[in-house]
């Protein structure tokens, strides 16, 4: 599987950004996805991520910085997820990070070692 995202830019702090990472490959439905950022001198941090399909829908999961402001989303007829970013922040800029996994994940796929894929990443600023 290769991702690419794209959809980074610069943005007031208030402002909203989509970021979208396209998939190859096939079953892109049986992958759960994730985002990850990582802002400059700092770790890498969970972000979101969606689990794979089931009979019973989605689950979706948020890093508590997240939560309420961004939504992760995904079409798989077009094996691509996304994430909306909205009342971005200052401290919301990073370089952002797509990643996949056909494992069952070990904590709401918030680890990076749940993840087998991952892209070349997109940079989100968000000006004060």
């Known amino acids: 599987v290769q991702l690419v995202e794209s959809g980074g830019g610069l943005v007031q702090a208030g402002g909203s950004l989509r970021l979208s990472c396209a998939a190859s490959?096939?079953?892109?439905?049986?992958?759960?996805m994730g985002w990850f950022r990582q802002a400059p001198g700092q770790e890498r941090e969970f972000v979101a991520a969606i689990s794979m399909s089931s009979w019973s829908g989605y689950s979706t999961y948020y890093a508590d910085a997240v939560k309420g402001r961004f939504t992760i989303s995904r079409n798989n007829a077009k094996n691509t997820v996304y994430l909306q970013m909205d009342s971005l922040k200052p401290e919301d800029t990073a370089d952002y990070y797509c990643?996949?996994?056909?494992?069952?994940?070990?904590?709401?796929?918030?680890?990076?070692?749940?993840?087998?894929?991952w892209g070349q990443g997109t940079q989100v600023t968000v000006s004060s």
């Open positions: 490959g096939r079953m892109f439905s049986s992958y759960a």
């Open positions: 990643a996949a996994t056909r494992g069952s994940g070990s904590n709401k796929y918030s680890s990076e070692a749940d993840y087998n894929y």
